[in-house]
């Protein structure tokens, strides 16, 4: 940090402010006030305890997460099939009428940039013609062409050779130029005299690029996307033509997705609820935060619904005095409470990590000996 500016290096290289920001999670475990509040939304609990089990969970979690997407997919693969009969021979009819266009069209690669090139030129014939016949007036057929000037400088340079060999290498170039041009004047000649105007061939032209332009912006703006639609189109058609053994096939793959991902769903949830076990042993340290009397416990709910996640539900219970029945902790718990529940989670999650942790007004609500008891634990945790 300078007066004028700061530079940020990491291990003598230099950081954006980004990848320091990247960094410093794995370096910095920063709390404050609000993260309490993490712990008065009950579906934030199961973070809670993965976070606490991570290295036993992190392959199952990646395992869910990808036994999920395939169930997802086949479910709407499924759903898609999901149609009365009438319905079906209705997109029968229309994916038939559009694979019919597209084929009839005879597309080939390339040719609307080919058609669009024909176009251009006929359709501006007369401006080539009135640009070449100027061009070939300037070249050889005008009174005061390049041909003639050329050819007499071409024979004013041969008589002074005769004299000075040193002349015979620009009568070389200027005879060069001078076959050039004529070679030049010849094409353009034989292109005035070869093009006709056919204006059959132009209304042709027009309307086949009419045609594939029209199934370009129809289908996709190109003609690979044409050819991809019609793929997708007549993998449709396929579907619908053997309806029932497709239907049977994703039906099986849906539900093997399904079992698959319960049976993932299933092993995460076992994890999970032995490391709550684990968890609520340890957050017994509650007790030393001058709780009257402190009971924790985990409540697990299995949802209807399988997610990325699996399909636990988590939730906090907890009683801060005698003879208080267990309560949700979103429902029960006080500022300063929350502070020190906490704090006792953050020890427990320290463990053997290398972080560095910040609390950021720990005490904030809490005053007297709650206050002397958090200030012990802190020091317990460094």
Not at 55 to 73: A, W
Not at 323 to 351: C, F, H, W, Y
């Amino acid at each position: 940090i300078t007066p004028t500016r700061s530079q940020i290096k990491v291990n003598g290289q230099n950081f954006t402010a980004a990848q320091t920001q990247k960094l410093a999670r794995y370096l910095i475990d920063m709390h404050g006030q609000h993260d309490n509040q993490i712990l008065m939304d009950d579906s934030a609990h199961i973070n809670v305890v993965d976070e606490y089990c991570l290295d036993d969970i992190s392959t199952l979690k990646e395992m869910m997460k990808n036994d999920y997407q395939h169930y997802v997919e086949c479910k709407n693969e499924l759903s898609e099939m999901d149609k009365d009969n009438d319905e079906r021979q209705r997109e029968i009819s229309f994916l038939e009428y559009e694979v019919n266009e597209i084929t009839a069209a005879g597309l080939k690669k390339g040719e609307d940039e080919e058609l669009e090139a024909q176009f251009k030129k006929l359709n501006n014939r007369q401006k080539i013609m009135n640009e070449l016949s100027g061009a070939d007036m300037l070249l050889n057929s005008g009174e005061d062409n390049i041909s003639d000037m050329l050819g007499m400088a071409v024979k004013a340079l041969v008589n002074a050779a005769e004299y000075d060999e040193s002349l015979k290498n620009p009568l070389e170039m200027l005879q060069d130029v001078e076959s050039l041009i004529m070679d030049v004047s010849h094409d353009i000649s034989t292109y005035i005299d070869d093009s006709d105007y056919d204006d059959a061939a132009l209304n042709d032209i027009q309307y086949r690029l009419d045609t594939v332009n029209e199934l370009k912006n129809k289908y996709g703006g190109t003609i690979e996307n044409v050819f991809t639609s019609l793929k997708q189109k007549e993998k449709k058609l396929d579907e619908y033509y053997n309806y029932d053994e497709i239907l049977k096939k994703r039906q099986e793959a849906y539900e093997n997705a399904y079992k698959k991902a319960l049976q993932t769903a299933e092993m995460l949830s076992v994890t999970r609820k032995k490391a709550a076990d684990r968890l609520t042993t340890e957050l017994e340290s509650l007790k030393n935060l001058n709780f009257l009397d402190v009971r924790f416990r985990i409540d697990f709910e299995k949802s209807n619904n399988i997610t990325s996640n699996g399909y636990d539900l988590v939730r906090f219970m907890i009683s801060t005095n005698p003879g208080q029945d267990l309560r949700p902790l979103s429902k029960i718990a006080s500022g300063g409470e929350l502070s020190r529940i906490m704090l006792a989670i953050k020890t427990v999650m320290a463990g053997d990590d290398s972080k560095t942790l910040i609390f950021d007004e720990i005490d904030a609500g809490i005053s007297g000996r709650t206050a002397q008891l958090v200030g012990e634990k802190l020091k317990q945790l460094s």
